[in-house]
């Protein structure tokens, strides 16, 4: 599974123009997380404002078309999906073969 941000942003034609109520984006970002289990892909969390007519929306699917076909489903545009990766214990800090982390380990210690 990948994980993607998508973004939107009413200045660029990609967030209702007019000021969502909390229920009608909560409506919305629950129509994309349906859509998107039609593509094996699943909406975990939106970050908004509101006020300012601008989100970001982290969601995990098998590739990026899967994201882009969430959004089509409910013609809701967005200005960029980007494949992330998070910075946990699980994802990003694998470890490395124990050649690379000796060599990393010597010049740490050339260091101090």
Known sequence: MKY???THDKTKGSFPKEELTEQQFFDNFDALDNAANQFSAFGHAAHVSLKEGKAFCFMSGPDEDSIRKAHAAINFPYDSITEVRRVTGADMRIPQPAKAQKRRA???LRRT
């Open 106 to 108: 010597g010049v740490a």
């Open 4 to 6: 993607f941000i998508d």
